[in-house]
Nanobody, 121 residues
Framework: QVQLVESGGGLVQPVGSLRLSCAAS????????MGWYRQAPGKQRELVAI???????NYADSVKGRFTISRDNAKNTAYLQMNSLKPEDTAVYSC???????????????WGQGTQVTVSS
């Protein structure tokens, strides 16, 4: 019904930058919330940043001032600009979207497959 495809991960040196993209496709009526989560080896998945339809955003304390989430509603795409990356940012980053399907009233959560971000010298 809905597919989320992430791109932009990779290997980057400390203090470098990466930009992740998450494109949603399918039978979409609206997307209420889009967000990025990450999971490092041996750790639980944690919220990185979310953005709602109005454009309001929320960030984990650990990334405030370094990461910026944005979205292009016309393209059903969310972005995560990551600057001043640190080794502790190394994780699999996954995109989440809360989607209302065409012909439905309630929203459901969908996840992308994840993209690896490795920060290392």
């Amino acid at each position: 019904q809905v597919q989320l495809v992430e791109s932009g991960g990779g290997l980057v040196q400390p203090v470098g930058s990466l930009r992740l993209s998450c494109a949603a496709s399918g039978s979409i009526f609206s997307i209420d919330v889009m967000g990025w989560y990450r999971q490092a080896p041996g750790k639980q998945r944690e919220l990185v940043a979310i953005i709602i339809g109005s454009g309001s955003t929320n960030y984990a304390d650990s990334v405030k001032g370094r990461f910026t989430i944005s979205r292009d509603n016309a393209k059903n795409t969310a972005y995560l600009q990551m600057n001043s990356l640190k080794p502790e940012d190394t994780a699999v980053y996954s995109c989440n979207a809360r989607v209302v399907l065409r012909g439905r009233w309630s929203a459901n959560d969908y996840w992308g497959q994840g993209t690896q971000v490795t920060v290392s010298s």
